[in-house]
Structures are given as C-alpha cells and as structure tokens.
C-alpha cells in the first residue's frame, strides 16, 4: 500500500503560481510512476502530467506544457507540481497518482490516489 498526501492548492489570479506537492508513504516511493490528474466540477477526470520513478522523463498534457512542470524527490518521497500561468480552465481538484508503470496518461494505469486539493484560479 502507498498513501499520498497533497497538499498547496489555493485560490490565486489568472497568471499566478502555486506549487503543489504530494507525499507518500508506505512501499518504495522510487519504484512507482508518479502522474497528477486534475477533475473540473461536471467534467471527468483528466490527465496533466506524469514522471518517471528516477525523475529522468516526463510527459505533459498539450494543454499545460510549458506552464506546469513535475519534479520528485525521492530522499523526501515527494513528487512536486509547479504551477505557472495559471488560467481560470486550470480551475480543478488536482490528484496526484503512483502506479507500477512508467508516464501512463490514464488514470485506470494508477493504482493509488491521494485525496486532492483544490486550484481555484480568478479572472
């Protein structure tokens, strides 16, 4: 079992940051694929990122490249997303995910879930 914690979501302004953060605890966190996936109000949920277990590689949904970026610490068991330029679509509860597979973009690949936070972004 891996249980994940997130935590540094908030309300912020079209074009500000937040970083979130995720940790886990239980089984070896560097042996797992890490992925965030964000849920709308009314929408389903929805893939933004996902990161190797050594950090090495890194795969983006189209619709946060260049403004999200992943990272994880494993000596922390904590896998991070930095949130930049944040529009009112980037609005969501944010999930971060472990699963046995390395940069899946779907959610049944993962196999723990943390609870969430909630990004709010204002116009």
Sequence with gaps: QVQLVESGGGLVQTGGSLRLSCTASGRTFSNYGMGWFRQAPGKEREFVVAISPSGGSTFYADSVKGR???????????????MNSLKPEDTAVYYCAAGPYFLRTRASDYAYWGQGTQVTVSS
Excluded: E
Excluded at 68 to 82: C, E, G, P, W
């Design 68 to 82: 999200f970026t992943i990272s994880r610490d494993n000596a922390k068991n904590t896998v991070y997303l930095q």
